[in-house]
């Protein structure tokens, strides 16, 4: 059973958890259910707990905190090392009394030890109107989503919504349950984040086996490494740009002791996982190894060093961002470097527009003004007719004489025209003497 009230603001990307979880790669911001997961730290205050460790194993298993005075919580350092920022903080009920629930919150984060605690988020969890909530029974997983918890389960949410500072640590104080008693039972935490770092999934039954066996187990796949030097190697883990690598395997031990797993990367033995005893082979554990991984593609090969082996369900790269991310914001170039960008050479080119040609008229006064239209297209005038039709005849002679000038009208037509222009041409004859010489 969910509280819908809890998320009035939907979380945005679903990634899974325990559960035959699908293998993802995702670069510098990677949504998980939980920033804080097994394998954190979990350190109470203000109560006793031999059981702390139960608010983050991702199992419906109760977790007891007896008050003992003053401010009662739990501070939460991820196993990944790698800063975070949260979205919500959800709570999964017990099977004990509804009385024994938080119902109020306080939510604090710091990117170190030594730094103060900065305010996140604080209020009622929506469960606090409802008095008697369905209750979990003990020793089911719980398959939440950075989206959404558990839907097969009763939990409660409170939606942390535009949050972005990221931190390394969490600091969770419960300020008031359900009832005045001296107890503390819930089942699980989760803070629905992002981790601000490449995370890569790889499921074992997907990569080489050499002597164990794929199996199944209550909707978890995973490879049985049986006896000593079994191994399951993961060919394809991607280093991102090399450097610094946290590595995260999720595996089960059914046994009594201690089933150590070696751990080689290229070829290189790094490290080993303890392989501590997980109650049954339905529980699921993580052990997590610092180590360094080169740049690019790089073969990590885990190792049964033991004469009975484990059940391998995953392994989880956490691969810093580059740049390290930082709580504050991004690194900028300085003022002074940004000052050639600032001044665009963009303006020198319009200063003078009109230097362009266009093909267009423009609205611009020419250089060389003219009060009325050149009629020819030339300055010297043409040597032969013009061929353009005028709709009435010019008035104004020419002021050059043409080769071939048109005779003035006669009675008769010319037979045979000049061969070469008389200034002076001969007048028609005329029934009358001209009284003026020609000029």
């Known amino acids: 059973t969910s509280y819908p009230t809890s998320q009035p603001t939907p979380l945005l990307t679903t990634q899974p958890t325990t559960a035959e979880p699908t293998s993802t790669a995702v670069n510098v911001i990677s949504p998980v259910a939980s920033v804080v997961g097994k394998s954190s730290t979990i350190t109470p205050f203000g109560c006793d707990s031999t059981n702390s460790f139960k608010a983050i194993?991702?199992?419906?298993?109760?977790?007891?905190?007896?008050?003992?005075?003053?401010?009662?919580?739990?501070?939460?350092?991820?196993?990944?090392?790698?800063?975070?920022?949260?979205?919500?903080?959800?709570?999964?009920?017990?099977?004990?009394?509804?009385?024994?629930?938080?119902?109020?919150?306080?939510?604090?984060?710091?990117?170190?030890?030594?730094?103060?605690?900065?305010?996140?988020?604080?209020?009622?969890?929506?469960?606090?109107?409802?008095?008697?909530?369905?209750?979990?029974?003990?020793?089911?997983?719980?398959?939440?989503t950075y989206e959404s918890g558990d839907s097969s389960r009763t939990f409660t949410e409170a939606v942390i919504p535009d949050h972005d500072g990221a931190y390394l640590e969490y600091k969770v104080t419960v300020t008031t349950r359900k009832s005045s008693e001296s107890l503390l039972k819930f089942a699980e935490i989760e803070l629905p984040g992002d981790v601000l770092a490449r995370v890569t999934t790889y499921q074992a039954e997907d990569q080489t086996v050499a002597g164990g066996v794929i199996g199944s187990l209550y909707g978890v796949s995973y490879v049985n490494m049986g006896g000593a030097y079994t191994y399951v190697e993961f060919p394809n883990v991607d280093g991102g740009s090399g450097g610094d690598c946290v590595l995260s395997v999720n595996y089960s031990n059914g046994g009594s002791g201690d089933r150590p797993l070696e751990v080689s990367v290229n070829g290189n033995v790094v490290g080993t996982f303890a392989g501590l005893p997980t109650n049954s082979a339905a529980d699921w554990n993580n052990e997590v190894l610092e180590t360094?991984?080169?740049?690019?593609?790089?073969?990590?090969?885990?190792?049964?060093?033991?004469?009975?082996?484990?059940?391998?369900?995953?392994?989880?790269?956490?691969?810093?961002?580059?740049?390290?991310?930082?709580?504050?914001?991004?690194?900028?170039?300085?003022?002074?470097?940004?000052?050639?960008?600032?001044?665009?050479?963009?303006?020198?080119?319009?200063?003078?527009?009109?230097?362009?040609?266009?093909?267009?008229?423009?609205?611009?006064?020419?250089?060389?003004?003219?009060?009325?239209?050149?009629?020819?297209?030339?300055?010297?005038?043409?040597?032969?007719?013009?061929?353009?039709?005028?709709?009435?005849?010019?008035?104004?002679?020419?002021?050059?004489?043409?080769?071939?000038?048109?005779?003035?009208p006669t009675s008769e037509p010319t037979h045979e025209p000049s061969k070469s222009p008389s200034m002076n041409p001969t007048p028609l004859p005329t029934s009358e003497p001209t009284h003026e010489p020609s000029k």
């Open 57 to 144: 194993d991702e199992n419906t298993n109760p977790m007891t905190c007896t008050k003992t005075g003053g401010p009662l919580g739990f501070v939460l350092s991820p196993f990944h090392k790698q800063l975070s920022n949260v979205h919500g903080i959800r709570v999964y009920s017990s099977k004990h009394y509804p009385s024994l629930d938080p119902v109020t919150y306080v939510l604090e984060g710091r990117v170190n030890a030594g730094s103060p605690w900065q305010l996140i988020s604080q209020g009622d969890f929506p469960w606090i109107a409802d008095s008697n909530p369905p209750r979990n029974p003990s020793r089911n997983f719980m398959y939440s």
């Open 292 to 408: 360094t991984c080169a740049p690019g593609i790089n073969s990590i090969r885990i190792t049964n060093i033991s004469g009975s082996g484990q059940n391998v369900n995953k392994l989880v790269v956490y691969k810093p961002s580059s740049p390290p991310p930082s709580p504050g914001p991004a690194p900028t170039a300085k003022p002074t470097e940004q000052l050639p960008t600032l001044k665009p050479t963009s303006p020198p080119t319009t200063a003078e527009p009109t230097l362009l040609p266009t093909p267009g008229p423009t609205s611009l006064t020419s250089k060389q003004p003219s009060n009325e239209p050149t009629p020819l297209p030339t300055s010297l005038p043409s040597k032969s007719p013009t061929l353009v039709p005028t709709s009435e005849p010019t008035h104004v002679p020419s002021k050059s004489p043409s080769k071939n000038p048109t005779p003035l």
